[in-house]
Each structure stands twice: as C-alpha cells, then as structure tokens.
C-alpha cells in the first residue's frame, strides 16, 4: 500500500510562513490535493493538483510537489489559519483508492 | 450553492447494519462522481468508497470492502452508503464529498458536514 508521511505538528509566528510537508515515494508523479480541517468542521479543499487553488482560498496557500515530497505552503500566517491540515493522493495499481496523510497540526502561537 | 446533507447516523450494536444517505444540490448531480470518508473520534480522515458519476464504477478501502456498498439515484440527486457486519473500528463521522469530475479520481471538491456511526453494545 502507499503511504503519505506528515509531521504531527508545525508551529509558526503570525505573518511567519508554514510549509507542511507529504512525503511519499515518488510523490512527485502524483497529482496531490490539500484539505484543511478546523474544530468541528467539515474539511475545506485549499489546494488541488499540486498547486491549483480553488475559489475563495487566499493566495497565501500555494503548493509544491516534487520527487519525494509535496509541500503546504502558507504564507504571512493568521490566527485563522489555525488548523489540521491532510494530503491526499490516489493509490491507482489495480484499484483506485485515496490515500490521506495522517494530518499535521498547524499551530499560530 | 454546492450543498451536501448526510443523515442515517446513529448507534447500531456490533454486527449491525445501517443506510447512510446524502443529499446533494447546487449542481448537476449525475455529472460527478461522489464518495464518502470517514474520520474516527480525534483521529485523521479514512478514504471509504467511491462511485463515478453514472454509477457503474464503485470502489472501496480495503476494511470494508465486502461489508460497505455504495449506490447512488441521479433521480433523486442521493448518494447511498449501506454499512453491514459493523465493527467498534467502524464508528466514526461519515463525510460526504463532491467530486471534482465524472471518474472518480478527481478531488474532494466539496464535503458534507458528516453524520456521526457509533458501534456499541
């Protein structure tokens, strides 16, 4: 099976910038999407396809995605951002099923 | 407005079974594909099933491949998940989510606000 990597925990200064990081072997051929999730609520999309942002996300949130590792960036960090933030991937070798990192805690301190 | 509204949650006993439903509107339901993850109490989130937008196409995570199925009515713009031989390890909030496309391996467009399986005696 194919497994993402992320660190439990990242924490930053406000209007510092945030790089979360997916790691998993040869990431870079697959296409990786970003969800963040707040306390009590559902998972929002902010990055699709390594690098797209869907409508509404600030330009604050890009990603990358390279050889071993996708990277979350966020920059000049709000309280608001404050959040879990997951990877995703599809794992398509004779099924297709997605594949979400274990989450990475973003604190603002 | 994209909406999706899950429902069917609640407490079943251990070996139980139990219909998730989800209600989609805001958009042309039979041009998506749609799926549902689940996320156990203060743990990430856990791919379950995918189904492609005509319906003919279904797929699911190995722990609950034979026990889960998914079916969808574009009549009825509802995504179905029927949950069989429940375990403890199965309880969890069960999201709903659009796909970014017809085939199912697009992105998690949009979530529901989950509905919540509990497993117990």
């Known amino acids: 099976s194919y497994v993402l990597t992320q660190p439990p925990s990242v924490s930053v200064a406000p209007g510092e910038t945030a790089r979360v990081t997916c790691g998993g072997n040869n990431i870079g051929s697959k296409s990786v999407h970003w969800f963040q999730q707040k306390p009590g609520q559902a998972p929002l999309l902010v990055i699709f396809y390594d690098n797209d942002r869907p409508s509404g996300i600030p330009e604050r949130f890009s990603g990358s995605n390279s050889g071993n590792t996708a990277t979350l960036t966020i920059s000049r960090v709000e309280a608001g951002d404050e959040a879990d933030y997951y990877c995703q991937v599809w794992h398509t070798r004779g099924d297709h099923w997605a594949v979400f990192g274990g989450g990475t805690k973003l604190t603002v301190l | 407005e994209v909406q999706l509204v899950e429902s069917g949650g609640g407490l079943v006993q251990p070996g139980g079974s139990l219909r998730l439903s989800c209600a989609a509107s805001?958009?042309?339901?039979?041009?998506?594909?749609m799926y549902w993850v689940r996320q156990a109490p203060g743990k990430g989130l856990e791919y379950v099933s995918s189904?492609?937008?005509?319906?003919?196409?279904?797929y699911y995570a190995n722990p609950v491949k034979g026990r889960f199925s998914i079916s969808r009515d574009n009549s009825k713009n509802t995504v179905y998940l029927h949950m069989g031989s429940l375990r403890p390890e199965d309880m969890a909030t069960y999201y709903c989510?659009?796909?970014?496309?017809?085939?199912?391996?697009?992105?998690?467009?949009?979530w529901g606000q989950g509905t919540l399986v509990t497993v117990s005696s």
């Open positions: 805001g958009f042309s339901f039979s041009n998506y594909a």
């Open positions: 989510a659009k796909g970014s496309h017809g085939f199912v391996t697009g992105f998690f467009q949009y």
């Open positions: 189904i492609n937008s005509n319906g003919d196409s279904t």
